[in-house]
C-alpha cells in the first residue's frame, strides 16, 4: 500500500513540473501590454505579456539595452558578436525602434549616475522607457531578458535598485552572473515568480547561454 | 627695567623660533622641490625627449618640461600613450608608469610613457593636510624614491587662481583651484596657466605622434562611486568592455568596472583628448585609502599598505564603494592592476584594431607583481648611465 502511494506521489510530482513548464509557452491572448505592472512595483509584478518560449538560451538577434545607462548592455553586446551573433545595442532604444528580425530583448539592470547625467536622463525616464520597450517587445513575440552583469559594483544604492526592481517585473527571463547574486537576491526572485534563471560566473561566460 | 629685559628677551626668543622654524620648513620645501626622480629606462628605449620638444607652449627646462620616454619597434602598427602622474597624491600612477618605462620591449608598433604628466603638482602636498614628501621602495639594491604631491600644480608655477575657471574652449565653468588640476585642464590652452600649457603641450605630442589610444593612471577614495574602474571615451567602449571583463573574469580578486565618459563634465582626459584627437581615450582608477576623507593617522606606512582602521571600519558597515579588510589595499596589489589593466588593454585594442596592433614583451605579469614590486625596478647602479633619466 505503502509503495503504490509513494508511486502516485511521484506521477503527481511529475505532472506538476510538466505544468510549471508549458506556463512560459507563448500566449499571444494573455493581457495586453499597457495592463502590466508598473516599473516600480516589484513586490507584486504582473506576468509579461506574451512571453516567447524560453528554451533554456537567450536566441539571437538581440536589441540590448541599458536601463540605467550604464556599460552591460554594451558588455553583453560586446560578448554576442564576439560569439558570432547578431546583436544591436542602444542605450537609448525606443518602443518603434526595435530593429526587425529582433528575437530577444535583453534589458540590462543597475545604473550609472555619470551614464545617466551624460544621456540627460535619470532613473524614472530610463525605466518609463524600458518599460515602454518591454512591453512592445512581448506585443511582437520577443523573449524579454532582464540581465546583471556587473555585480555587486552595480547594486549599491536606490536608483540601482529601483532599475533592477522595474526590469524584474517585466521580464521573462533573467541573466546574472555570480557576483550579481552574490546574496542570493536574484535566485530567491526568480524562484518566487517562477521565472528562469541563468546565472554565469562571469559576464564574459555570457556567450555560453547564446545561441 | 628687568620687566623690559624679560620682554626682549621673549622677543628675542619668538624671532629665533620663527626664524628656526621658516629655515627649517623652506629646506624641507626645497629639498621636495627640487629632489629628482630616478628612472632606468629598459635597454629598448628607443629615445627619450622632453614635452618642450612638441610645443612652445612648455619652456625647455621649465619644471613642467617632464621626459618622454619612446619606445619605437621599427614595425608598423600603432601608437599608445601612457599616462602617470596626473594627480601625484595617487602615487600608483607614476610608480606604474615607472615600472613599465624600466621593463618594456616593443616589437610591434610604438609606446610613448610618461610618468609626471603634471611634475610641478609633485613638488608640494596639500597643505594642512600632514601628507608624506616622499615615499620610498626598498629593493635589493637599495631604496627608491618618488616624491609625494597633491592633485594641483604649485602656486609657486600657477599663482593667483581665477575667482572662476572657465573652461577652454567648452567655457564650462569648475572650481577655482582646478585651473591647476590638469584632469580638468583637457584639452588644454596654449597661453592659459602651467597646468593649462601642460596638457595642450601633451596634446600636441598626441597629435603631432598620431597616437592611436591613451591612458591616464588614477587612484580614487574608496568613498568615491568611481572605484576600480576603467572609464573610457564612447570610440572605446567595446575595447573597455572586453578589457574589464577578461581581467574580472581572469586576474582580478574585486572586479574592474566600467565606466562610460560623460560628455558634460569637460576638462577630463578621457572626454577630452578623445574629443580633440584621432586618439581613443582611457582613465583607470584603483582603491587608495589613503585618501578617503576619514582616514586616520596619513604616513607613508598607510600610503604603501594601504590600511587603515577607519576606513575599515567604513567599510564593515557597508559606507565605502570598494571592499577592504584587514588586509587593505597594499601598494602591490595597486601598482599590478594598474600594470595587468594596461598590458591587457594594449593586447585588447590590438586584437580588436588589427591595423594598429603593438606586440610587447617584459611586463611582469599580475601574479609576480602582487608577490613583489622591488625585482622590477632596476639598479642605476649596474646600468649604463645612458639609460639613467630623472624626473
Redesign the interface.
Known amino acids: 500500500m505503502k509503495k503504490l502511494f509513494a508511486m502516485l506521489l511521484a506521477v503527481v510530482m511529475v505532472l506538476s513540473m510538466a505544468a510549471c513548464g508549458g506556463s512560459s509557452a507563448p500566449a499571444a491572448t494573455e493581457a495586453p501590454a499597457a495592463t502590466q505592472a508598473p516599473a516600480a512595483a516589484p513586490a507584486a509584478p504582473a506576468a509579461p505579456a506574451a512571453a516567447a518560449e524560453f528554451t533554456g538560451k537567450l536566441v539571437a538577434p538581440f536589441a540590448v539595452t541599458s536601463c540605467g545607462q550604464s556599460p552591460g548592455a554594451t558588455m553583453l553586446n560586446v560578448v554576442a558578436t564576439q560569439a558570432q551573433l547578431t546583436s544591436v545595442c542602444d542605450n537609448a532604444m525606443t518602443a518603434d525602434a526595435i530593429p526587425e528580425g529582433t528575437k530577444t530583448l535583453i534589458i540590462t539592470m543597475g545604473t550609472s549616475g555619470k551614464g545617466m547625467g551624460a544621456a540627460g536622463t535619470d532613473v524614472d525616464m530610463e525605466l518609463a522607457r524600458c518599460t515602454e520597450l518591454a512591453n512592445a517587445a512581448h506585443a511582437a513575440g520577443m523573449l524579454v531578458v532582464g540581465a546583471h552583469v556587473e555585480g555587486m559594483a552595480r547594486r549599491t544604492d536606490a536608483n540601482d535598485q529601483a532599475s533592477i526592481d522595474g526590469i524584474l517585473a517585466v521580464s521573462d527571463a533573467v541573466l546574472v552572473i555570480d557576483d550579481s547574486d552574490s546574496d542570493g537576491f536574484f535566485t530567491d526572485y526568480c524562484e518566487a515568480h517562477s521565472i528562469p534563471l541563468l546565472k554565469v560566473p562571469k559576464a564574459l561566460d555570457a556567450g555560453s547561454v547564446m545561441e | 627695567m628687568n620687566k623690559k629685559m624679560n620682554l626682549n628677551t621673549v622677543k628675542a626668543i619668538a624671532l629665533v623660533t620663527v626664524v628656526f622654524c621658516m629655515a627649517v620648513a623652506g629646506y624641507l620645501f626645497r629639498e621636495h622641490r627640487t629632489f629628482k626622480e630616478t628612472v632606468v629606462v629598459s635597454d629598448y628605449c628607443t629615445e627619450v625627449k622632453k614635452l618642450s620638444d612638441y610645443s612652445t607652449a612648455i619652456k625647455p627646462g621649465s619644471v613642467n618640461d617632464c621626459n618622454v620616454y619612446i619606445y619605437d619597434s621599427g614595425v608598423e602598427g600603432g601608437t599608445f600613450l601612457l599616462l602617470g602622474g596626473s594627480h601625484p597624491e595617487e602615487p600608483v600612477g607614476p610608480m606604474a608608469a615607472d615600472l613599465i618605462a624600466e621593463n618594456l620591449k616593443v616589437t610591434q608598433g610604438r609606446v610613448f610613457i610618461i610618468t609626471r604628466a603634471n611634475k610641478s603638482a609633485s613638488t608640494i602636498t596639500r597643505v594642512g593636510e600632514a601628507y608624506p614628501r616622499f615615499f620610498n621602495l626598498d629593493t635589493n639594491w637599495g631604496t627608491k624614491t618618488w616624491r609625494f604631491g597633491q592633485r594641483h600644480a604649485a602656486e609657486l608655477d600657477s599663482w593667483p587662481d581665477p575667482e572662476v575657471y572657465i573652461h577652454y574652449p567648452s567655457g564650462q565653468n569648475l572650481a577655482n583651484v582646478d585651473i591647476r588640476n590638469i584632469n580638468r585642464n583637457w584639452p588644454g590652452k596654449e597661453d592659459g596657466l602651467i597646468s593649462e600649457r601642460t596638457a595642450f603641450a601633451i596634446m600636441e605630442l598626441i597629435r603631432n605622434e598620431g597616437v592611436d589610444y591613451t591612458l591616464d593612471m588614477h587612484e580614487a577614495e574608496l568613498e568615491y562611486?568611481?572605484e576600480?574602474?576603467m572609464?573610457a571615451h564612447e570610440k572605446g567602449?567595446?575595447v573597455?568592455?572586453?578589457v574589464?571583463?577578461?581581467l574580472?573574469?581572469e586576474t582580478f580578486d574585486v572586479?574592474i568596472?566600467?565606466?562610460?565618459?560623460?560628455?558634460?563634465?569637460r576638462g577630463l582626459s578621457h572626454r577630452d583628448i578623445g574629443d580633440h584627437s584621432d586618439a581613443t581615450s582611457f582613465l583607470i582608477e584603483v582603491a587608495e585609502p589613503m585618501l578617503d576623507r576619514i582616514r586616520g593617522i596619513t604616513d607613508e606606512k598607510l600610503l604603501m599598505e594601504g590600511k587603515d582602521i577607519f576606513v575599515i571600519k567604513a567599510g564593515e558597515h557597508g559606507l565605502l564603494?570598494a571592499p577592504i579588510d584587514e588586509n587593505g589595499w597594499p601598494i602591490e596589489k595597486r601598482v599590478a592592476r594598474h600594470v595587468a589593466t594596461t598590458t591587457k588593454l594594449i593586447e585588447t585594442y590590438s586584437m580588436m584594431h588589427p591595423d594598429q596592433a603593438i606586440a610587447i614583451e617584459g611586463i611582469p605579469t599580475y601574479n609576480q607583481l602582487l608577490e613583489s614590486l622591488a625585482p622590477y625596478y632596476r639598479d642605476p647602479n649596474t646600468v649604463d648611465s645612458s639609460l639613467i633619466y630623472f624626473d
Open positions: 562611486s568611481v576600480n574602474t572609464v567602449h567595446d573597455a568592455s572586453i574589464t571583463m577578461t574580472t573574469a572586479p568596472s566600467m565606466e562610460f565618459s560623460p560628455k558634460a563634465l564603494y
